[in-house]
Structure formats: structure tokens, C-alpha cells
């Protein structure tokens, strides 16, 4: 999941006009400790002078001092931090797929804050984003940044091979792969590559068939049509030379490669790749690479408009042992205003609010702001949290590459899948 790479370099503007959320007025409170990834302090603080921070400190006295971490300590940390029985973190941010049920326990549940003193216009935020901190009913944390799926095409490539524009449903998607995989003198062109096919990245193909892994009532649905019917795709794909043989292996970074350089035509990835893919000091095809949402199946065009791929987010937490939890809230509130919204997302954050990708500054710097926007009205998380959601992925991903590397069939392998993940859920 790429969460944090996303517009970093855009212009920060709009922070000077940030609405001012009703806070705790007592001048001259102690810090507030704010644990998180350093891209989160960088697009709250601003690297060109904003600070979407500013009016909280302004009207509590109480600067944000943040401690930042790489992902898997950040949650090490937050996770010790909160089963503390007197804790010294105020807030902390956490990932959609990090709060199972276990987890959750370690923190305050938001819904009373919600309910005495909401933020601002909630009904503006993504309901998937909101939804996807609820655990056991109640929500855990607010969601403040997302990365949503993408479909990245190289337009030169698809001129070449006479292709006007991007496919529009699943099924042209499979044929527009099979046309642009080619040897033309150079290195050779495969069609279609996502970063190994893991559940995060093969649920985005099954989502085209309005696909889930395991939905949200925690049953496994693997061996329904949607999901066989991607392994069978990529299967299909990878006999005709249109997904890559070391498909395996490959990671995010090998994804980035294979686009900047003219390898692949297609990728299925993070939308926030697009600026990766058309840096000119990175790649051949500098203005070149274009991002749409991912095409639903031509059999549900009239259920929907654009597949509902997935999105997963990172949202701000307040740990159960947190002793000044007025201000955690107070400090939650002011990062989620819609001008906090929009000054982060001009810094590259991915907003969560629909209001953000109306706002003229954003369309401009962002060229597939309407596209995102098409896809976040019903993208949804792609694995639901639960205690063994990680073997599960492991077993997802042995049966998806055996299914594809042809040691049995999707129908095959997605049944085992299934038979093999079901003890692994919780009861519900």
C-alpha cells in the first residue's frame, strides 16, 4: 500500500483562512504528544510556512509536539504506549488494517465525542472512510488521509498500438493488456502489473466484479464468481505474456520502474503514483502516464459507474489512557475542517472530504481529483480487521500465485482458499 508517497512537492495554500473549531480555552497546557509517520507531521505542519495546527495551539496554549516513526514501529510503539496504565500520548494515527478487535480495545471510542461535539459537516467526510474505523459498533478513530486504487496508463504506448483511450470496463481492460504486449526492438512490453498478486492488489480486479476476499460480516467469499473470475484474468493474462513471468516478486518499487521506463503499459496502483510515474527525473514518459478509476465489469455498468476499488486510510486514534482527552478530541476536530482538509491535501495528503475536490486549487494541481473522487463515493477497504487478517493474506497470496502459475485451477485454488480461511474468522 503506498500511504506514504502522495503529491508530496505540491504548493500548500488556503491554511491562513482556517476555520477556527470550538476548543479547550486554557492558555499555556503542556504539549500535546502526537505519534505518527513523519509524512503526517509534514502535511499537517506544512513545508512552506502553513500549519493546519496553528489554531488548535493558538486557542489552547498547547503546541503539537509530534514523534514520528516508520509504520511498524509507529504501531509497536502506539500499541505499548497504549496498554500503559497511565499513558503520555495524546494522540496517535493509525491504519484501517491495524485496528482488529484486540486493538481496539486500546482506544477511546469516538462515537459520545461525536455526539457532544462533532466535527465539522461529518456528512462531508467519505462514509467507507468512516465506516472502516468501526469496530464492534463503535468508531475507533477519524479518518484523516486515504489511498485509493487507480488505473495508470501510458498514453504513448496506447497510441502506438492504436488505442484512443482507457478501457472502460474489466473486459476491455483484459484486451487493451493483450494489445500493448509487444516487442518493438526494445526491452519487452507486458500489458498489465500490479505489485504481486497479495489480496490488497488482486481484490482491485475482483472489485470489478464487486468482489470481496472476506466480506464485513467476516465470511470468506474467495470461491464466489467475482474473485475467481480475477485469479482466472490474471491467470489468462500471464499464459499470453500480458502480466509478468517474476510476477511473484515484483514490488512496489519494481511497479514504479516497470511505468517510468516503458515496461508496462498498465499498472493497478495507488492514484497517488501518478505523480511518481511522471517525474521527469524518474522516468521516460514525463506527462505521459494518466490515472482513471478502475473499470467495473460490463455486466454491472448499470449498478455502477467505476468498480469500487478499494481505499485504505489512516485515521487519528485517542489512546483509552490518554489523560487529556479533551484536547486529543480538540486536536482531532482542527485537522479535520474542511480548510484543514484542503490545506493538507494541496500538500499531498489524500482528503476525506468530498468538498476538497470541488475546490478549483486542488483540480488544478491534481489531474485525477475527479477520478479519485468517482472512485471514493463507493470504494470500500479491501480486508476488514480481524486478529488473523495476516495469515490469512499469507494464505491468499499462496493460493492466488499457485492458481495463476497454473498448479491448479482458480476454481481450485479459491475453494481451498476458502476452506482454509474460514477457521481463521472471527464469530459473529
Known sequence: MNMITRRAGLAM????????????????????????????????????????????????????QWTTFDIGPLWDRLQREASLSEGS??????????????????????????????VEAP?????????????????????????????HYNAEIFEKRGIAGP??????????????????????????????????????IARAWDGDFVTADFRCVADQPPMVNAIRLLRELFEAGAFPRNFATL?????????????????????????????PQRGRFAGKIRTVAVPVSESLKD????????????????????????????????????????????????PVRASTYEDARLKEAVSYADEERRVLRVARVPLPAFDEAARAGDLFREEAEAAVLGMRTPEEAMRSLTARVAPLLPKV
Not at 510556512?49 to 495551539?57: C, H, I, K, S, Y
Not at 511497479?255 to 503514483?273: F, I, P
Open 167 to 204: 478501457p472502460r470496463t474489466i473486459e476491455e481492460l483484459a484486451e487493451v493488456a493483450r494489445r500493448c504486449t509487444y516487442r518493438d526492438g526494445g526491452p519487452p512490453v507486458v500489458g498489465l502489473v500490479i505489485p504481486g498478486v497479495a489480496y490488497p492488489n488482486v481484490i482491485d
Open 89 to 118: 500520548v495524546d494522540v496517535g494515527f493509525v491504519l484501517n488494517t491495524q485496528v482488529t478487535p484486540r486493538a481496539a480495545t486500546l482506544f477511546e471510542p469516538l462515537d459520545e465525542w461525536m455526539r457532544r461535539d462533532p
Open 303 to 350: 449498478r455502477f459507474d467505476v468498480a469500487p476499488a478499494k481505499v485504505e486510510f489512516w485515521g487519528m486514534a485517542i489512546p483509552r489512557n490518554a489523560r487529556r482527552k479533551d484536547l486529543s478530541w480538540a486536536f482531532i476536530k482542527t485537522l479535520l475542517t474542511r480548510q484543514a482538509t484542503l490545506g493538507m491535501a494541496l500538500g499531498g495528503n489524500g
Open 13 to 64: 495554500a488556503g491554511l491562513a483562512t482556517l476555520a477556527r473549531p470550538s476548543l479547550p480555552r486554557a492558555q499555556g497546557n503542556a504539549p500535546l504528544a502526537v505519534f505518527s509517520h513523519r509524512v503526517h507531521q509534514t502535511v499537517a505542519t506544512g513545508a512552506d510556512g502553513g500549519d493546519a495546527t496553528a489554531p488548535f495551539t493558538r486557542q489552547t496554549g498547547a503546541p503539537a
Open 251 to 279: 514490488q512496489a518499487e519494481d511497479v514504479n520502474t516497470w511505468m517510468q521506463t516503458g515496461r508496462a503499459a498498465m499498472a493497478l496502483t495507488g492514484m497517488s503514483r501518478n505523480r511518481i510515474y511522471n517525474d
Open 123 to 151: 456528512d462531508d467526510i467519505f462514509p467507507g472512510l468512516l465506516e472502516g474505523f468501526r469496530v464492534g459498533g463503535a468508531g475507533i478513530a477519524m479518518p484523516v488521509r486515504h489511498s485509493s486504487s487507480g488505473l
